[in-house]
């Protein structure tokens, strides 16, 4: 993913580019990267959200990191301010929980609404759900024929945005 950054970033070499991330530590992997890719100031927020989260609290000062930041635990988010800004990735409604569908045999990460986590029984879609709903032998059965495992690539275009997508949404 670093390459694409740096592409979608290329004619920006020159400009300071400010970096922040859950933690600190994959922000250190990054800056290393772009400096020596040629980018000329890259700063990162030290710590990451979590401890910029931590200070603007400890400090009661307002934070400029709205909504939920994303963490690798099982809570999967952590919020920092009440703003949701994230959208269900099945209804488009407001949203800004993560979940891992439900079906073993998919396991894609995306954001759900509650209403949509409720319908689809925490899947990321109906096949899905009719998978995880199969009494386990027969899962396994279906698993072992690759042809016929429910896969969420057909969603992945839906659940998985492309970074160029990303990027343009936030412009």
């Known amino acids: 993913m670093l390459p694409e950054v740096a592409q979608l970033l290329a004619d920006k070499k020159d400009k300071k580019l400010h970096l922040y991330f859950t933690g600190g530590i994959r922000c250190e992997k990054a ?24 200070d603007i609290k ?33 209804c488009g409604h407001k949203a800004d929980s993560h979940t891992n569908c439900a079906n073993d045999a998919c396991h894609i990460l995306f954001i759900q609404c509650d209403n949509c986590k409720t319908t689809y029984n925490g899947c990321c879609s109906e096949d899905c759900k009719d998978f995880a709903q199969l009494d386990i032998q027969t899962q396994k059965e279906l698993r072992k024929d690759v042809t016929k495992t429910v896969s969420s690539s057909k ?16 412009k």
């Open 31 to 54: 800056s290393s990267y772009l400096l020596k890719q040629g980018f000329k100031e890259v700063y990162q927020l030290d710590g990451g959200i979590v401890q910029y989260a931590h």
């Open 58 to 90: 400890k400090e009661n000062l307002p934070s400029k990191f709205i909504g939920k930041n994303f963490v690798f635990d099982n809570r999967l988010g952590e919020k920092v301010t009440n703003h949701i800004i994230g959208k269900c990735h099945q």
């Open 155 to 170: 969603l992945s275009s839906k659940i998985k945005p492309k970074l160029y997508q990303l990027f343009n949404y936030w």
